[in-house]
């Protein structure tokens, strides 16, 4: 089950014990578990528990693009350097999919002249839509009481 092996390499990734966190994790992403071909691509990138290796990363954010990742499709765009049209459309991807940070690299993009208007408007019609999907009372409710534990342990941390 690659989620449970996923689990596990979280535990071990929280430990800090990267070694032991990448052998799980790397059998999470053989059974295709989206979220361990991201955190893959991260050690990679990071040298955590492996060599640094960029061309490996990229491969783990590739298949987690694939997968459906947004976040994925946005590390991709950002780490196409000098590679403008392939990085657009990586943005254009993750801003249809309501990723906002590809939607601002995006809106960079065009000031810049690398995107066309239409596309650009198109693109924040599909990311609306995106968004929109996504909205539910539940969600809210959660988002909320996400920020509310946030801001009580930052009280009660450094206050």
Do not use: W
Not at 1 to 8: F, L
Not at 110 to 127: I, M, N, Q
Not at 129 to 142: F, G, M, W, Y
Request: hydrophobic fraction near 40%; charged fraction near 30%.
């Amino acid at each position: 089950d690659p989620h449970a092996i996923r689990g596990v390499a979280g535990r071990f990734l929280k430990e800090g014990n990267f070694i032991e966190c990448f052998k799980y994790m790397n059998q999470a992403a053989k059974g295709g578990h989206i979220d361990a071909h991201y955190q893959l691509a991260h050690m990679y990138v990071n040298g955590e528990g492996v060599e640094q290796d960029m061309k490996k990363a990229f491969y783990h954010f590739e298949e987690a693009a694939i997968l459906g990742s947004v976040t994925a499709r946005y590390a991709l765009g950002v780490g196409r350097g000098g590679k403008t049209e392939r990085a657009v459309k990586h943005f254009i991807i993750g801003a249809n999919l309501g990723c906002d940070k590809s939607l601002k690299c995006l809106k960079e993009a065009y000031a810049k002249g690398f995107v066309k208007k239409e596309d650009l408007a198109a693109s924040l019609r599909k990311h609306q839509a995106a968004v929109d999907a996504t909205k539910s009372p539940q969600r809210d409710a959660a988002e909320l009481a996400e920020k509310n534990e946030e801001s009580s342990f930052f009280k009660k941390e450094f206050i």
